[in-house]
C-alpha cells in the first residue's frame, strides 16, 4: 500500500541565502521532489524606465549602472551605443578599443561571480568564490584606476569615454592578462576536478536546445544548450569584427555545461584584450557632444552581448532631451523563463543550483 | 557489585566536561582561522591575542541574545531538543581513555556503548525540526531521518573489524592492542568507511544536508536564538570532537605514544583529525541527499560487509601474521576495493517523472 502524502508549498525567498537577491519561488514539494514552481519577481524594482524617461540622455548612464550591478560597462556600452546610433556620433578608434577591452574585463569579473556563486549554491563553503573575487578585486581596481568607481561606473559617453586611462593602466593591465590563464587553470582543477560538484552539476537541469531558443534565453544559458549564437559575431558591433575569437558551446545543456561554458568564455575575453591590448591607438577618447543632446525624433535598438546575454536598449525619441522611451531587453529575465521546465522532477538541492546556473542579477531582472 | 565510587566519577565528569567544553572552544577558533587561512582571508584576529578570545565575546553574545520561540511552535520539545541533542555527543568521551585506564567509565561494551549514545543526537535534531514547525525545518529533520538509517550500518559495521582485530570491546582495551601498530594499518578500509559514515553521523561537509544553508536556510536550527542556538552550534563542535577523538582512538592508537603524556598525544590525533575534517570542509561542495544515501547503501555498505569477511578471514586464518606481511596485503586489497565499487557506483537516481 502506499504511503498517503500530501505535497506542501514553500516560499524560497524573497530573503534567502541563494536567491541572489531578493527573488521568491513558490515551490510545491512532494517531498523533496519540486513538482510546480512558480517565480515570482518584481521584489526589486525601482521603475527605471520610467525614470529614465524624465531625466536626460546623458542623466540615464549612471541608471544603466544600476541594471545589473555586477556587469555595468556592458550595460554603459550597450547604452551609449543605442544613443549614438539614434543621434548619429562616431566614436574615436582610441575609445572603441578601450571600451571593448574594458567590456571583456568585465565579462570575466561578471563570470566569476556567477562561478562563484554557483559552486557556493552547490554548496562548497565560500572557498572557490574567495578565490574567485581575489581575481575579481584585481579587475576592480584596473576599473578604479581608469574611472574612480569599483562597481557602479559611469565610465561611458556618447561619442567615447568620460576620460583616458591613465599612464600606469595598461601595465596593469599587461600583467593581469599575463596572469589570468593560469588563475583560470586553477578554478577549473579546483571546481571540475572536484567528483562531488561533477555528480551534482551534470545532467541536472537540463535545458534542450528547442528550449533555449523557444525561451529567447541568451548568453551562456544558450550556448551551453548547444546553439553558437554569439551578438559580437552574429550581429557585430563596436569593433569585434577586428578580433580573433571562438564561440565555446556546450552539448547537453546542463548545469555543468553552463559552468563549462563561462569558464571558457574568460580564456576567450583573455584572448580578446590581449589582441585589443596590442593593437590600441594614441588619440582622443572623446568626441565633442552637445551637454544637452537633442537626438532627431526616431527610434533606435542596439545591443550587445553582455556577460549575462543579449542586452538591448531601445530607444524613442520625440526631438527633445528626453527619451520618449526607454527599455532595456534584460538578459537575466528571459533566461528565467525557462526556470520551471528546467526545474520540475528535481530536488529542492538542484534548484537552487539550477537557479545559480542561470546566473541573474535582480537588478537586470526588476529595473 | 562493587561500591559505586563517587569520588571518580564526580572528578571525571567535571574534568571531562570542562576539558571538552575548552577544547571546542579552541575548536571553533582554530577551524575559523584556519579555513580563513585556505579562503586567502585573515578571519577573527582582533578580539585578544590571535583573535583567541572570538569564542569567549560570542559566547557572551549569544548569553545576551533573546529567546524567540515561534508562537506555533511545540513549547516543551522546542526547549528540549538542544539538550537532547548535546548531551550524548557529550556522553560519548565517558568512554574515551585519554591515558591507561584514565577514562570514566571502562565498560566492557565501550565500542556499543558509542554506537548506541551517538544516535541519540539524531532525536534531538528530529525534536528541534518537528518542534519548530517551519517547513524548512522539516525538511531538514526529515533529511536526517533518512540519512540516520543510512550511514548507521556501515558505521557499525566498519567497527566489527576493529573488535576483530583488537578482540575486545573495550575502549581502553582497544587501545591497549595498538601498542605497536596503529589499528589504521590493519583495517584501512575499515577506516576509511568509518571516517566516511562518521563525517554523514556529524553532518559535516560533504554530508552537511541538515544544515545546508543555500537550500533550506539554516536546517533544523533555523527557529532557533540564542543560548538554545548555541547549544546547537556547541553540539556540532562537540560531536566534531567526538569523531574525532574516536577516530584516533580506533585507529590511530589513542593515548599510545612515545616521551609525551598520553592526554597529549590523544590530543594532537584529534587535533590532526579535525584538521582533516576542516579541510574537507574548505574543499568539497555538498551531495545531494539521494546521492548521500545511495553513496551509503550501495558503496559503503557492501563495502563495510566485505571488509567484515575478509577480517573475519584473516583473524582466523593467520592468527600470528606478521604486521609487515599483512598491512601491504590489506592496503591493496582496501584500494582494489575502493576502486573497483567507485567504478561500478551510480550516484543517485536524479530527475524524478512527476
Known sequence: MALRTEPFVINFGPLHPSTHGVFRLRATLDGEVVTELEPVFGYLHRGIEKLAEGYTYKQSICLTDRLDYVAAMSNNLAYVLAVEKLAGIAVPERAEYLRVILAELQRIVSHLVAVGAFVNDCGAFQTPILYMFREREKILDLFEMACGQRLTYNYMRFGG????????????????????????????????????????????????????????????????????????????????????????????????????????????????????????????????VSLNLKPPAGEAYAHVEAPKGDLGFYLVSDGTDKPYRWHVRAPSLLNLTALR????????????IIFGSIDITMGEVDR | MTEFNWGHFGLFAV?????????????????????????????????????????????????????????????????????????????????VPFQDGGLLADLNIGLLYVLAVSSVSTLGIFMAGWASNNKYTIIAAMRDVAAVVSYEIPLALSLVGVILVAGTMSMNGIVQEQNNVPLIFWQPLGFFIFFISGLAEINRTPFDLLEADSEIIAGFHTEYSGMKFALFYLMEYAETLALSALVATFFLGGWQGFLLPGWLWLLLKIVLVFFVIMWIRATLPRVRIDQMMSLAWKFLFPLALLNMVITGIEVVAWPDALPWVLIPVNIVIAAGLIILMSRNHKTGWGRVEV
Not at chain 1, 534542450?208 to 531558443?213: D, F, H, N, Q, Y
Not at chain 1, 559580437?232 to 563596436?238: E, G, H, I, L, V
Not at chain 1, 574568460?266 to 591607438?281: D, F, N
Not at chain 1, 521546465?341 to 537552487?352: Q, R, Y
Open chain 1, 161 to 288: 569615454l568620460s576620460q583616458d586611462v591613465p599612464e600606469e593602466f595598461i601595465p596593469a593591465l599587461r600583467k593581469f592578462v599575463d596572469q589570468m590563464p593560469g588563475y583560470i587553470d586553477e578554478y577549473d582543477q579546483l571546481i571540475a576536478g572536484n567528483e562531488i560538484f561533477l555528480a551534482r552539476a551534470r545532467g541536472v537541469g537540463i535545458l534542450s536546445r528547442e528550449m533555449a531558443i523557444n525561451n529567447s534565453a541568451s548568453g551562456p544559458v544558450l550556448r551551453a544548450s548547444g546553439v553558437a549564437w554569439d551578438i559580437r559575431k552574429a550581429d557585430p558591433y563596436s569593433i569585434y569584427p577586428r578580433f580573433e575569437f571562438d564561440i565555446p558551446t556546450g552539448t547537453a545543456g546542463d548545469c555543468y555545461d553552463r559552468y563549462w561554458v563561462r569558464i571558457k568564455e574568460m580564456r576567450q575575453s583573455v584572448r580578446i584584450i590581449k589582441q585589443a591590448m596590442e593593437q590600441l591607438p594614441q588619440g582622443p577618447v572623446t568626441t565633442r
Open chain 1, 341 to 352: 521546465d528546467m526545474c520540475i522532477g528535481w530536488k529542492v538541492a538542484d534548484v537552487i
Open chain 2, 15 to 95: 574534568l571531562i566536561l570542562v576539558s571538552v567544553l575548552t577544547v571546542v572552544m579552541g575548536f571553533i577558533w582554530f577551524e575559523r582561522r584556519a579555513l580563513a587561512r585556505m579562503q586567502i582571508r585573515l578571519g577573527p584576529n582582533r578580539t585578544g591575542p590571535f583573535g583567541l578570545l572570538q569564542p569567549v565575546a560570542d559566547v557572551l553574545k549569544v548569553l545576551i541574545k533573546e529567546d524567540i520561540v515561534p508562537a506555533q511552535a511545540d513549547k516543551i520539545v522546542h526547549w528540549l531538543a538542544p539538550i537532547v541533542a548535546l548531551v550524548p555527543a557529550l556522553m560519548i568521551f565517558a568512554v
